[in-house]
């Protein structure tokens, strides 16, 4: 357990809040949010990056989390962003954030948000093909703004994690690859466009890595790419963005910490800097999951329990997967506690369960939980601040909970829950059928 988990007499604590006081306040499903835990990523990764190397920035993949207060936080602790949508850059703006630390991905941007990216001005498009690129242009000259922009590459590296969360490999929808004859193309084009300012080059390998292998290897390949740039089109490559994928601990992961991939790509990149006697460009990273699945806690008052003799005992709450698809999705594992009973002993295997009509929504296959588990105890899983909340759906028609945020023994809402009219507030009667 980290340091804003703790057990006080028997009880769940997280951030110094006792999750049964939370549980009688706001009501489950509930996820909780620790900002100390947040904050705590962000101070690791101005140690061994930010304030470590010069020129260099953390844009926070906000996909992960993605809310007003995350926003706020990220903007006091002086981070970027990365957005991948009109959707995540409006929360960001209406959350005050300022334009030009906000950097936009994705391989479709439609063109209605470049528009509103280019109207707000904002920092970086991380450009996925010429297709796009062209679109850009038309925007930017309709509007008469510039921007600036990084190529995606698909640095053709195969990482080893869930096949849904691979990006980096030369079959993956993102990015261009680096056929000569493509990469080269789409290059000139950039550097020739009086539209756009053509900064450099941009990679995300993958999620949830343990292994910097892959991270070395692309960074690799970008710096043979720059060095093909210069000589090819005399231009000289002012940013590069290694892109996130930093592994968490769900269950029994031991966490790398970020110094483990960041130090030898910052090695990489300034030794071949110092070797052509030329100043680095400025290099970014893009970290989301890492900043916030384990600052997430998502807490589930425990209903019905099965037990099919020799079988399977099943133990339900009152989310599941509309709340977090990831074990459905992805086959994700977590953790979790009967959160009142703490310091019991975990002596009996059980499936905690959701309370969609669906068999696979199933939260955690075969864990150890008291035996003492009962319908109105309740169930915390661990490490669910990622791509839960961001995630969530109305399946089965389940109103999306409640995030609060907690800090030192403090607690504020930070999404309300979903009321049932909340749920079909955007839908019609069919006037032909009253
Ligand atoms: C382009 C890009 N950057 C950054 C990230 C963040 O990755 P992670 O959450 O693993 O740090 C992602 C996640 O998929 C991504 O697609």
Known sequence: MNSIIENKKGILHFDGCNTLE??????????????????????????????????????????????????????REGMCIDVVSGGELYTAIKAGYPPEKIEFNGNNKLRAEIELAVEYGIGRIIVDGLQELSIIEDVCKEKNKKVKILYRITPGVKSSSH???????????????????????????????????????????????????????????ILELIKQVKGKFDYDIKEINLGGGFGVKYTDEVRKPYAYFIEPMMEMINDFYNELGVVPPSVVIEPGRSIVAEA???????????????????????????????????????????????????N????????????????????????????????????????????????NGNP???????????????????????????????????
């Open 22 to 75: 939370l549980v009688e306040k706001y009501g489950t499903p509930l996820y909780v949010m620790s900002e100390t835990e947040i904050v705590n990523r962000f101070n690791q990764l101005k140690e061994c990056f930010i304030n470590k190397y010069p020129n260099t920035r953390v844009a926070y993949a906000s996909k992960a989390f993605c809310t007003l207060a995350i926003y706020q936080i990220c903007k």
């Open 296 to 346: 997430g806690i998502s807490l589930y008052t425990i209903g019905s329990i099965k037990e099919i003799r020799d079988v399977r005992k099943y133990v339900s709450v009152d989310g599941g997967m509309p709340d977090n698809i990831r074990p459905a999705l992805y086959q994700a594992e977590y953790d979790g506690v009967v959160a009142n009973k703490v310091d019991e002993e975990k």
């Open 400 to 434: 999306i909970p409640a995030v609060v945020l907690v800090k030192d023994g403090d607690s504020e809402l930070i999404v309300k829950g979903q009321s049932y009219e909340d749920m079909i507030g955007n839908q019609l009667m069919a006037k032909k059928l009253i």
């Open 163 to 221: 096949d849904y969360i691979v990006t980096g490999k030369k079959d993956s929808k993102f990015g261009i690859p680096l056929d000569e004859d493509v990469i080269m193309k789409h290059i000139k084009d950039a550097i020739d466009s009086e539209w756009v300012e053509f900064l450099g080059f941009h990679y995300h390998v993958g999620s949830q890595l343990f292994d910097n292998e892959s991270h070395l290897k692309a960074t690799r390949i």
């Open 348 to 395: 009996d295997k059980v499936t905690i369960c959701g309370k969609c009509c669906e068999s696979g929504d199933i939260l955690i296959t075969d864990i150890k939980i008291t035996k003492t588990a009962k319908a109105g105890d309740i169930f915390a899983i661990f490490s669910t601040g990622a791509y839960g909340y961001s995630m969530a759906s109305t399946y």
